[in-house]
């Protein structure tokens, strides 16, 4: 794989997909909704560390000329990371992700090339029928994605993911609370049993590229409750008040991979990075 595009390269999964590209040689035509003006404190620091590698490109998603130059640059794979699997409340900026995917799909039609999504295990639950009722929103739009690749993509695949953890994590989500508070009140905004680091899903996004594999996918960690007891590792009794969710539909083929590290060394690596970052997250608050 010598050139790959990957749509929501500052997300949390795209970012470390990004990374491991680089790593692989794997020359880097990054998108995302900010532009180099605008970029939050966040992403701008994600930026700098990787910003002046070679193999490395970024644009905004809104710049009118990403996709005739993604085709001048003849990439091998697109990757689509622009929705963030963990979160359950309203995606924002659905309008421009629903387009984004329309033009990513038109792209790959044209000119061949696999379109790669990354996407939630709550979709299993919509894509059974199930009532309304016992889905999640995040499952519902991950869904609606879904079937658009299924109908329009000429090559694609699509891997769905439990809640992912690990450097970077979002701050709505419950182990970056935990790490930073150390309290045990706060919100949680998780629907999930099973917890993957991210470094994980991004070297199985990677394979998918590299393997040319299609069709969808999920990944687990084969540990009863591992969410949960990412919760009492990092708060002790693990006594919060968490929202139990039924066992998560797993429709589709399981992904085997080879988890690169033990949920207590995944969670030792998110504290340190939560800690040398401190500050740049106190004043996103």
Request: glycine fraction near 6%; hydrophobic fraction near 40%.
């Amino acid at each position: 794989m010598k050139r790959a595009v990957v749509v929501g390269a500052l997300s949390f999964v795209g970012y470390h997909l990004v990374q491991k590209l680089l790593l692989e040689g794997t020359e880097v035509i990054a998108l995302d909704i900010e532009s180099l003006l605008e970029l939050s404190p966040l992403n701008e620091e994600k930026l700098l560390l990787i910003g002046r590698h070679a193999n490395f490109s970024y644009d905004s998603i809104e710049s009118g000329e990403i996709w005739r130059e993604a085709c001048e640059q003849a990439p091998d794979i697109v990757y689509f990371c622009l929705c963030e699997p963990n979160q359950m409340i309203e995606f924002p900026e659905q309008s421009l992700v629903q387009r984004t995917l329309d033009e990513a799909i038109s792209f790959c039609r044209k000119h061949e090339k696999q379109l790669v999504m990354l996407s939630s295990l709550n979709a299993s639950v919509a894509s059974a029928d199930i009532e309304k009722s016992s889905g999640t929103a995040n499952g519902a739009w991950f869904y609606t994605l879904e079937k658009k690749l299924e109908k329009l993509a000429p090559s694609f695949a699509v891997l769905r993911v439990p809640t992912v953890y690990g450097p970077w994590q979002p701050s709505f989500m419950i182990y970056h609370q935990l790490i930073i508070s150390k309290e045990a009140n706060v919100e949680v905004q998780e629907n999930s049993n099973d917890a993957v680091y991210v470094e994980d899903v991004a070297q199985c996004l990677y394979r998918f590229g590299a393997e040319r594999i299609s069709g969808t996918y999920y990944i687990e960690s084969e540990e009863a409750g591992q969410w949960k007891k990412g919760i009492e590792l990092l708060c002790g009794n693990g006594n919060i008040g968490t929202v139990e969710s039924e066992s998560q539909l797993k429709i589709g083929t399981r992904y085997l991979y080879r988890p690169s590290c033990s949920l207590q060394e995944g969670l030792e690596q998110q504290i340190l990075h939560v800690n040398k970052y401190k500050q740049l997250y106190k004043d996103m608050k």
